[in-house]
Nanobody, 128 residues
Framework: QVQLAESGGGSVQAGGSLRLSCAASGDTYSTYSMGWFRQAPGKEREGVAS????????YYADSVKGRFTLSQDNAKNTLYLQMNSLKPEDTAMYYCAAATRTGLLGPLLLWPSLYNYWGQGTQVTVSS
């Protein structure tokens, strides 16, 4: 089992920045990909950014490219999402997720159905 704990959400004005953190614990050796997903009220959960944790590809949704940056600290088993130039449409609950499935590359990294561990979520609200 893998446990994921998100932090760092909050309320900011448009143009502001936030950094989300996801601390992983448990059987983290079993995971091959980790990423961030978000879900706004009345909308489906969508992939924001994800990476292959063994080295390799990082993939971003088109809507966040150039504004969000994904990084990891292996020593701390922590995944970060630096979010800059935030827009009101970025408002959502943000979830950290981990996948034990191997071979996720490119757009597959952003498919929620391929992830089997999820955190509780952290709310991000961007006001105009």
């Amino acid at each position: 089992q893998v446990q994921l704990a998100e932090s760092g959400g909050g309320s900011v004005q448009a143009g502001g920045s936030l950094r989300l953190s996801c601390a992983a614990s448990g059987d983290t050796y079993s995971t091959y990909s980790m990423g961030w997903f978000r879900q706004a009220p009345g909308k489906e959960r969508e992939g924001v950014a994800s990476m292959s944790t063994r080295g390799g590809s990082t993939y971003y949704a088109d809507s966040v490219k150039g504004r969000f940056t994904l990084s990891q600290d292996n020593a701390k088993n922590t995944l970060y999402l630096q979010m800059n130039s935030l827009k009101p449409e970025d408002t959502a609950m943000y979830y950290c997720a981990a996948a034990t499935r191997t071979g996720l590359l490119g757009p597959l990294l952003l498919w929620p159905s391929l992830y089997n561990y999820w955190g509780q979520g952290t709310q991000v609200t961007v006001s105009s």
